[in-house]
């Protein structure tokens, strides 16, 4: 059996954000791991066969030994999905969208894998919530990714008036999603519920033709008209 030092590597693969070109977002060491790499760990396998047949399409998709990671996962079964990199086979770990490891149950993935002694390697490519940080000019040395707020009406406007006075006191930018087919919903609540002062920051679509990333005043956005119907998108809010 191979010691650590011959073990193969764990390489997080990043994945497009949407509809677009992936060698417009990714570096060409994505294309190069993806023409040698044959067995991966994904949330998604028709999405990921679409990406590799993008990244690679003479890639034989026979070859493809694809491991489910999502809500349907029994977790017992997820330590063996790393038995290749055991045998000194190096793996690919895949999101849906974007990174793995973040907002992503591939996170699971990476922490047995440093238990086991595995090298884990993350490769370059679209994140939106780093993206949407970068481009909203709120503090991007102190912010929180809060994931998915409340269902319930009031809990989710008392959880939006916590981050509202967290951001205040400790100056920490709050970041959090929803479901593409309630952003309206949303942008509502966000609205009624929070400062006319306190900025607000939504982007979606990020790296597709229909990118739209703004920052301004929850009282200018109740003056704003968009259509955020499922579209991907990120808040970002700032007292």
């Known amino acids: 059996m191979p010691t650590a030092s011959h073990f193969g590597k764990l390489y997080l693969i990043p994945v497009t954000l949407g509809d677009t070109n992936p060698l417009d977002v990714m570096p060409q060491q994505v294309q190069s791991l993806i023409t040698a790499i044959d067995e991966y760990i994904v949330e998604n396998e028709k999405t990921a066969r679409r990406f590799i047949k993008e990244i690679y399409p003479q890639k034989s998709q026979p070859s493809l030994l694809l491991h489910p990671l999502n809500k349907h996962t029994d977790p017992i079964e997820i330590p063996s999905y790393l038995d290749a990199c ?44 780093l993206m949407a940080v970068m481009a909203s000019g709120m503090n991007g040395q102190n912010f929180a990714f809060n994931g998915y707020l409340p269902i319930d009406l009031k809990e989710r406007r008392n959880e939006l008036k916590r981050l509202e006075r967290v951001s205040k006191d400790y100056n920490q930018s709050q970041l959090f999603i929803e479901t593409p087919y309630r952003n309206g919903k949303m942008l509502d609540e966000i609205c009624n519920t929070l400062q006319s002062s306190t900025r607000l920051c939504i982007a979606c679509d990020i790296t597709l033709p229909t990118e739209f990333i703004k920052t301004q005043p929850i009282l200018d956005w109740k003056r704003t008209t968009i259509d955020l119907h499922k579209r991907p998108a990120i808040f970002i809010i700032h007292a």
């Open 86 to 129: 055991i045998a000194g086979k190096n793996i690919g770990l895949m999101s849906e969208a974007g990174v793995p490891g973040v907002a992503d149950p591939g996170s699971e993935v990476v922490r047995i894998a440093h238990e086991k002694g595995i090298q884990v390697v993350p490769l370059v490519g679209p994140s939106s919530i």
